[in-house]
């Protein structure tokens, strides 16, 4: 399985910007789609997940500004962020969860919120 993320940059507080990320390979093994975030000087936390039945969660902190979906036909999942926070710049990952829980991470892409 093959993660590639895209989308991200800089943003003014208060913006919004999606990011995609595009599943290859044995993609029917994957079981959820996930979006974690490493803020800075902070430990890696999740952020969303969206399974392949369409379940979705998020993190508590985030609840409401950041909302995950997908696109089965193009294998992609995306998250769209709106009402962007200088607290939310962070260096984004996008994952792919196998059912057996093995993990294929995407290369990370970071995402800046200027104030």
């Known amino acids: 399985v093959q993660v590639v993320e895209s989308g991200g940059g800089l943003v003014q507080a208060g913006g919004s910007l999606r990011r995609s990320c595009a599943a290859s390979?044995?993609?029917?093994?994957?079981?959820?789609m996930l979006w974690y975030r490493q803020c800075p000087g902070k430990q890696r936390e999740l952020v969303a997940f969206?399974?392949?039945?369409?379940?979705?969660h998020y993190s508590d902190s985030l609840k409401g500004r950041f909302t995950i979906s997908r696109d089965n036909a193009k294998n992609t999942v995306y998250l769209q962020m709106d009402s962007l926070k200088p607290e939310d710049t962070a260096v984004y990952y996008c994952l792919a969860e196998r059912s057996d829980g093995l993990r294929y991470w995407g290369q990370g892409t970071q995402v800046t919120v200027s104030s």
């Open positions: 969206i399974t392949s039945a369409g379940l979705t």
């Open positions: 390979g044995s993609i029917s093994s994957i079981s959820s």
